[in-house]
Nanobody, 125 residues
């Protein structure tokens, strides 16, 4: 069974930075793309960023492009989300997600079968 465990969330002032981590277990991490999503109170869960299995290809939501960076360390079974220039509207629970199929790299929620428990990010103004 695939397990994803996020960490690194917290409270930060606007303009600050945080780095989220997600450690995966239960299958060959390096064979699968990974993604981050977020969900703000009263809103639907939305795509943030995705990275290919080898790390060469990345996708970002327009709202975070230029501020967030997704990366991975396949030797550590870990995917990261470096968040800079944070804004109050980035406040949300951030989730790490993994697809069920190796070839999948998508911005669509439905393509991801495995989810972490989430980590809260709060940005104060």
């Amino acid at each position: 069974q695939v397990q994803l465990v996020e960490s690194g969330g917290g409270l930060v002032q606007a303009g600050g930075s945080l780095r989220l981590s997600c450690v995966a277990s239960g299958r060959t991490f390096s064979s699968y793309a990974m993604a981050w999503f977020r969900q703000a109170p009263g809103k639907e869960r939305e795509f943030v960023a995705a990275i290919s299995f080898g790390g060469r290809t990345t996708y970002y939501a327009d709202s975070v492009k230029g501020r967030f960076t997704i990366s991975r360390d396949n030797a550590k079974n870990t995917v990261y989300l470096q968040m800079n220039s944070l804004k109050p509207e980035d406040t949300a629970v951030y989730y790490c997600a993994a697809p069920g199929r190796p070839a999948t790299m998508s911005t669509a929620l439905r393509e991801y079968d495995y989810w972490g428990q989430g980590t809260q990010v709060t940005v104060s103004s």
